[in-house]
């Protein structure tokens, strides 16, 4: 009753940059159901940070409670990672980035996790523009507890057992947009091919950059009535452009008739064919008018919704010194007798 | 692409690639599964129903399945397929329950065969049972042919031998030896029903223009020749120095051979460079193993001898030239001739066919090179009763060659008896099996280990030198010859796919080790392989394509190059889109019945 994963790999792997391969960004073997989104989007983590050449070890993964906050063991197991209290995650992502900010943090959190008891934290990281990539994997019910509505259960979607949710969802989407998050995505954990770009984008928007993916919950909400089943997503699905990441120093390729670029902080680009009429990356008010459209029509907004490419993250805003923290030594910190003299001096 | 047609039993067959390197189609995956299991008598039947000679050719197989053993593709070596076929060959029961029986009425037809080595005693297998009479004459006092007379017991114990072609002749075959045809009009004037001709390739090729080849000629042997006199024991003796002139398997029995009776210096010259011999790796290791050395790019220009006595030979050195077209010559260096001392010269560079018994008006056209023209499926002459097969047939190849060969012929020679036409040839036998047990859980062992290859020990080489009947290679022990079975990838249980079952949730994508799968939009082939998610590097390794999938219009496209057949993709498929499935092929054979099609 066990199952393992072989150590062989195809033998002509890609390496990326820095010479590592995927195997190098794999995690342990997942525990959770078969057909899970969560693994999908494990996976396409892993996929982002090797094609964006990024160790290993300079990566935090930071989770709470719940199916999505277990999935940090199944990716990236080079890389550092804690496993917090219950919708406790951004007090500790806050905590780890204020000491290092040299660090990528991913957050992964779930619909429980960051829409219930974890809101509280979850808005406040968000207010104090945290740099880290946000990653809210949203099956809409507690599925580690036998699938309870949670949330961000669409009202009317019908549960496995046949009961229907009589309460609106939070679209953490709009309430991104509204507490002032300056990358606001949704995915879906069956479009990999939206999802890969988006994330290694995420990792490069120098502020909070939240992604709100869409994972079915394949044992208790892939039932015919819910509004998160693989079926029904990909029947409502919508998106707002394509998206292709251009890193940096690459050449722009492809060209598009309606094709829009944003240019991020560190120079790569974000290469958006808009499939959405007036609608602007840059501009919050057309992001929020298309979000709301979509939902009057019954469609799922997917794709990037909003950017604010340069933005200052929490520790711009608190001027601290561009050396992370936890690399100060003594003799820095603690300037002796003569320097504290010196600074009360200069106070009175 | 269009979807694969799974429904066709060559597409899974081909999947399991040592399978369909074997020339005999051996299920090589289900016997080994037989030996991790300790069934070793099971695993040597399934052998036996194939190969016939599993004692045989777990010994010596030229093994054409250890190339293709798709975990050479992976890890460093392939599956030591060969010796585990010996582990189920030396750690079988008594099998004799489990041979076929013959029928107390015979169907009334006569077939004989003409030579009794590998591929007449296959058709005698395969023919017996069915009730047909069967006579086989060789000039030889035992049957097994080039087994016995050109493989050394020191590769092949006698035992061995004479009890698989035993279990042959016992099922009430008609045994005519020390009978040498010489007519084979004779033979067909008897009035049998169908005659096989399954003589081998019994000529050595030899040096005779050289210069000193007459006056040399006391000391001077034609490879195959010798070997069958030492293996009859008319030869018990060779000088100290000894020459064998030739790069192929025979040049290593001929050098490890001298080196038994008697010789101490003894060198193998070859005229190719060394990687370009034709003998296969691992002998070329047991001659140097036994202090025999190499020399190649060595072209013989000579024989020297004083006063009618061998001295030595004279070489010139050369080195391979390719054309554009890779075509090789070898090239003089300009060197010195380089004169090599030796007392017995041993020419192993080769052997042909030779039928100057067969009457040029039967009705069996030869070729330019007076090779009969047969037919390489039905292996049927030109004359409808005469049918051909092992070296006879197609020229010299190998036992497994002929094995495969005899028992097309007999498939060929029933459906002639039984005037049915030759070209509709019966079909394989398939199966396809869920190997599902459970969750986690299946049938066979899907976990794939990391061992290394392991080493088949050897005997001594003091002892083994001095006894030119004493086995070197000793066999795997059941321990190691379970570890060897289990880096097994249990190719034949296949990855099935349905894809109205499949919600494409990815997990199958993401989980699969060496990145075979990929849900993409259809193309053609070649432009598939340039979308896979990891590079394609086999052409000739077939890609698995769905049909359309409902829910994206995309299709499902696994590379089965690298497939480790370890069951993720199915324990990560929320649907049972896929599944492992065991799939079992058994060539079409004349003993399970063409009549009955």
């Not at chain 2, 003589?199 to 019994?202: K, L, M, Q, R």
């Given at each position: 009753m066990t199952y393992v994963r072989p150590?062989?790999?195809?033998?002509?792997l890609p390496k990326n940059k820095i010479n590592f391969t995927k195997k190098d960004y794999e995690g342990a073997?997942?525990?959770?159901?078969?057909?899970?989104g969560h693994d999908s989007i494990s996976g396409a983590i892993a996929q982002a940070c090797f094609e964006l050449s990024?160790?290993?070890?300079?990566i935090a993964k930071l989770s709470g409670i719940g199916c999505s906050s277990k999935t940090?063991?199944?990716?990236?197991?080079?890389s550092h990672g804690f496993n917090s209290v219950h919708g406790r995650m951004p007090s500790v992502a806050t905590g780890a980035y204020l000491a290092n900010r040299d660090l990528v943090y991913f957050g992964v959190s779930g619909d429980g996790d960051s829409?219930?008891?974890?809101m509280g934290q979850f808005v406040h990281a968000i207010r104090r523009n945290l740099n880290m990539v946000y990653v809210v994997m949203n099956n809409g019910c507690y599925g580690l507890t036998k699938g309870q509505d949670s949330?961000?259960?669409?009202?009317?979607s019908k549960s496995k057992a046949g009961s229907t949710n009589l309460f609106n969802a939070i679209d953490l989407v709009g309430l991104g947009l509204e507490l002032g998050a300056t990358f606001v995505a949704r995915s879906f954990s069956g479009d990999k091919t939206q999802l890969i770009p988006l994330i290694k984008a995420a990792i490069s928007h120098p502020g909070f950059a939240l992604i709100d993916v869409i994972s079915p919950?394949?044992?208790?909400?892939?039932?015919?009535?819910?509004?998160?089943?693989y079926d029904y997503v990909r029947e409502h699905i919508e998106a707002t452009s394509t998206v292709d990441f251009v890193p940096v120093?690459?050449?722009?390729?492809a060209s598009y008739d309606d094709a829009k670029e944003v240019t991020l902080h560190d120079g790569s680009a974000l290469h958006l064919q808009k499939l959405?009429?007036?609608?602007?990356?840059?501009?919050k008010l057309s992001a929020m008018n298309a979000i709301q459209n979509s939902k009057e029509k019954g469609e799922i907004l997917t794709g990037?919704?909003?950017?604010?490419?340069n933005t200052n993250a929490l520790h711009d805003v608190l001027q601290t010194?561009?050396?992370?923290?936890?690399?100060?030594k003594e003799d820095l910190l603690c300037p002796g007798v003569d320097a504290l003299e010196a600074l009360n001096q200069s106070l009175r | 692409m269009e979807p694969t047609n799974v429904h066709d039993p060559e597409y899974y067959h081909k999947v399991v690639d040592c399978q369909y390197a074997c020339p005999a189609h051996t299920p090589v995956p289900e016997y080994i599964r037989l030996i991790a299991a300790e069934k070793y008598t099971e695993a040597y039947m399934v052998n036996w129903e194939s190969n016939v000679f599993p004692g045989v050719l777990g010994r010596t197989?030229?093994?054409?399945c250890e190339p293709a053993c798709r975990r050479g593709r992976v890890d460093e070596e392939p599956v030591a397929i060969c010796r585990l076929k010996r582990v189920a060959a030396d750690n079988k029961g008594d099998i004799t329950h489990l041979l076929p029986k013959i029928p107390?009425?015979?169907?009334?037809k006569r077939i004989a065969l003409i030579g009794a080595g590998p591929a007449s005693l296959t058709v005698a297998r395969d023919l017996a049972p069915l009730g047909y009479e069967i006579h086989v004459f060789d000039?030889?006092?035992?049957?097994?042919g080039m087994m016995r007379s050109q493989i050394p017991s020191f590769r092949l114990p006698e035992s061995v031998l004479d009890e698989e072609v035993n279990n042959i002749l016992n099922l009430g075959i008609h045994q005519h030896f020390?009978?040498?045809?010489?007519?084979l009009k004779s033979v067909l004037d008897d009035g049998y029903d169908a005659v096989f001709i399954g003589?081998?390739?019994?000529r050595g090729r030899d040096?005779?223009?050289?210069?000193g080849r007459a006056e040399g000629g006391?000391?001077?042997?034609v490879g195959i020749e010798w070997l069958a006199s030492v293996a009859f024991e008319h030869t018990k003796s060779i000088g100290k120095k000894v020459i064998v002139l030739g790069g192929g398997n025979t040049a290593m029995d001929c050098c490890r051979t001298s080196r038994r009776l008697g010789g101490e210096d003894v060198k193998v010259v070859v005229r190719s460079p060394y990687s370009e011999m034709k003998a296969s790796p691992w002998e070329k290791e047991d001659a140097q193993h036994e202090d025999i050395p190499i020399l190649d790019n060595h072209v013989p220009v000579s024989f020297v001898a004083e006063n009618g006595k061998l001295k030595g030979m004279m070489f010139e050195k050369v080195h391979a030239v390719y054309d554009e077209k890779g075509k090789r010559s070898l090239v003089p260096t300009g060197e010195p001739h380089v004169f090599i001392e030796a007392d017995d010269v041993l020419v192993a560079i080769g052997q042909e066919n030779y039928f100057?018994?067969?009457?040029?008006?039967?009705g069996i056209e030869f070729d330019k090179w007076d090779m009969p023209n047969v037919d390489?499926?039905?292996?049927?002459?030109?004359?409808?009763?005469v049918f051909f097969g092992g070296d006879?047939?197609?020229?010299p190849k190998n036992v497994i060659t002929a094995v495969a060969q005899g028992h097309s012929a007999a498939v060929s020679i029933d459906l002639y008896c039984q005037g049915?036409?030759?070209?509709?040839r019966p079909d394989p036998f398939t199966n396809l099996v869920s190997q599902k047990m459970g969750i986690h859980e299946w049938?066979?062992?899907s976990i794939v280990t990391n061992d290394d290859r392991f080493v088949v020990p050897q005997a001594e080489k003091a002892l083994t030198l001095k006894d030119r009947?004493?086995?070197?290679e000793l066999g795997f022990d059941k321990l190691v010859g379970f570890k060897e079975a289990e880096r097994?990838?249990?190719?034949?249980?296949q990855t099935v796919f349905t894809e109205?079952?499949?919600?494409?949730?990815?997990a199958c994508m993401d989980i699969c080790p060496t990145d075979c799968i990929t849900f993409t939009v259809n193309g053609t082939e070649e432009d598939l392989r340039t979308r896979l998610?990891?590079?394609?590097?086999?052409?000739n390794q077939d890609l698995l394509v769905s049909d359309?999938?409902?829910?994206?219009?995309r299709v499902m496209v696994k590379?089965?190059?690298?497939?480790?057949?370890?069951g993720l993709c199915a324990e990560r498929c929320p649907t049972s889109a896929w599944d492992m499935q065991k799939f079992f092929y058994n060539t079409t054979k004349a003993h399970h019945g063409c009549g009955s099609h």
């Open positions: 150590t062989f790999r195809h033998p002509d073997l997942s525990t959770l159901c078969a057909g899970c990024v160790e290993p070890h300079r940090p063991a199944y990716f990236l197991g080079n829409a219930s008891i974890g949330a961000t259960a669409d009202n009317g919950c394949v044992t208790f909400n892939n039932n015919v009535g819910s509004t998160k089943s120093m690459e050449e722009i390729t959405h009429q007036g609608w602007n990356p840059e501009d990037l919704i909003y950017i604010e490419p010194t561009k050396t992370p923290l936890n690399t100060l | 197989c030229d093994r054409p107390s009425k015979g169907n009334g000039e030889q006092i035992k049957g097994g020390k009978t040498y045809v010489s007519s003589t081998g390739a019994p040096l005779t223009n050289l210069p006391a000391n001077i042997h100057p018994w067969i009457e040029r008006d039967l390489s499926t039905t292996f049927q002459s030109t004359n409808p009763k006879a047939a197609l020229g049915k036409p030759l070209d509709v049938s066979y062992d009947k004493k086995e070197v097994c990838l249990n190719c034949d249980v109205n079952r499949c919600i494409e949730c990815d998610k990891a590079p394609s590097l086999h052409l359309t999938l409902a829910a994206t219009g590379d089965e190059d690298v497939c480790l057949h370890c």
